[in-house]
């Protein structure tokens, strides 16, 4: 039986938990809202990734925020807050650093190999970067419970990978695919050594 203070404990984790996550999609929600009401959807996402257009690449980090119309959000949202959560529910500090990796390979990606005279957006790129990180982390970490959520994971999500290949036009593929690579860099950088036996 759990004491009252580890009680206290776990409610402060999930309580910290849903407000960065909810935090996060509750900014995704509030700028599509204002792009689509006050500028009918066409100014803010002028703000995505303009491919090797040096002006554009501070763009990186703002462009998970932006999407193009409600139904594009709601594809996003729910993949987040499910890979999101199961990454930080390991670790707050692996959470973040996932993030920022698969955000910059993703947006670098983006910026270097994307076609010229196109506008990248969405949080897309970072969703592809959980999902990597968390089908990988288990074939690195070798532990049962990462292994479980790999499978887990796997089993929910694993038909998205289709989308890292060019198979629907103006669907920004190279925004999966190197989203996806960025989580399984950060999976190899973030698991611990495991010794020599």
Request: proline share 4%; glycine share 12%.
């Given at each position: ?36 009401v ?19 690449l ?10 193009v119309?409600?139904g ?28 920022l ?9 983006v ?27 288990g ?47 950060a ?11």
């Amino acid at each position: 039986m759990l004491k009252k203070s580890e009680n206290q404990s776990i409610a402060r984790t999930i309580k910290s938990q849903a407000q960065i996550l909810g935090g996060t999609v509750a900014a995704f929600w509030s700028i599509e809202i204002v792009d689509q009401v006050l500028f009918a959807g066409r100014y803010l996402d002028v703000f995505g990734i303009h491919p090797r257009d040096l002006d554009s690449l501070v763009n990186i980090f703002f462009a998970p925020f932006l999407h193009v119309g409600f139904g594009h959000l709601i594809a996003n949202t729910v993949p987040f807050l499910v890979l999101g959560w199961l990454i930080m529910a390991r670790s707050f500090k692996d959470f973040f650093w996932v993030t920022l990796i698969v955000t910059l390979v993703s947006g670098l990606g983006v910026w270097l190999f994307a076609p010229t005279n196109t506008v990248h957006l969405g949080a897309s790129g970072v969703v592809f970067g959980y999902l990597g990180y968390l089908l990988l982390r288990g074939y690195f970490e070798r532990s049962w419970q990462s292994v479980l959520v790999a499978l887990g994971v796997g089993f929910l999500f694993g038909g998205a990978l289709w989308g890292v290949l060019p198979l629907q036009a103006g669907v920004s593929w190279q925004a999966h695919l190197f989203g996806f690579l960025g989580g399984v860099l950060a999976a190899r950088w973030l698991t611990p050594r495991r010794p020599a036996s």
